[in-house]
Structure formats: C-alpha cells, structure tokens
C-alpha cells in the first residue's frame, strides 16, 4: 500500500504527473467546472472533504511555486484567505523556496482554472475558497 499522503489514485496520478509550471485547481462544490475538463470529484457531502484538508494533503505532495486566488476571498472569506496564506507559508519554508501569491478578479481566476491540469472539487461550501496551485521544482 501507498505510503504517502494522497491514497485517492486519481489526485495521486495528477500530482506524480504534474510539470514544471502545470496548475492543479482545489475549489469549493460551486466553481464552474468544464465538461472537458479533467475533474476529480472528491464532494461526498457539504463540507466533507473541506477545502483546508484537501488543500494541506495536496501540499504535502506537490512542490509550489505560486498560487492564484480570486481578489473576493480577501472580503467574503477572509477566515480560509488567513489559513491558506498559513498553509502556504508553512509550504514556502518547508520547501525552502518562496511562493509567489497572486490575486485576480473571480472571473479571472475561473478562465485560469479552465487552463488547469485538472480541478479537485472538495465539498467546501463558504465562498471563493478556490486556489490554483502551479508546481514548481525543487532544485
């Protein structure tokens, strides 16, 4: 049996398949998610899997090297903004490189996800808890 994190074989694919600059989307139960889109469809219920547990898991396994958020978490969920912004730093001196943090309006960052690897959906349901996490290399 696998001994990393990620146990679900389709995240787990993704990740181990991800190039220098892909992006890997994690959102809540609302993104608009294309139908030709590869969608990894984690929603069991309201809330479960949350978005910050989906999120830290991927981390654990996927080298970052910048992450786009939509402009209105800053307003509408400051709460998971302040524990991702946690996660994320946590991240950068885990990795020991710094990542960069972007910030574009909501329709925005739905054109980015659509250019995504692949998208998680969680069964977050608070608003704009969406990240577009872009691997980097660790060296």
């Not at 389709?10 to 959102?27: E, F, K, N, P, R």
Request: charged residues 15%; negative net charge.
């Amino acid at each position: 049996m696998k001994k990393t994190t990620i146990l679900n074989a389709q995240l787990s694919h993704v990740i181990a398949t991800m190039g220098h600059t892909d992006g890997l989307t994690i959102c809540d139960a609302g993104l608009p998610i294309p139908a030709e889109q590869h969608c990894i469809d984690l929603a069991l219920t309201q809330g479960i899997p949350d978005f910050l547990s989906t999120l830290q898991a991927v981390l654990s396994e996927l080298f970052i090297e910048k992450i786009l958020l939509a402009e209105e978490i800053k307003i509408h969920n400051p709460h998971i903004e302040q524990q991702l912004l946690a996660l994320i730093n946590q991240t950068a001196q885990h990795q020991n490189k710094p990542i960069d943090i972007l910030y574009v309006p909501h329709q925005d960052f739905k054109q980015q996800s659509n250019h995504a690897k692949a998208v998680v959906r969680t069964g977050e349901c608070s608003p704009y808890a969406n990240v577009i996490l872009y691997s980097g290399v660790p060296f």
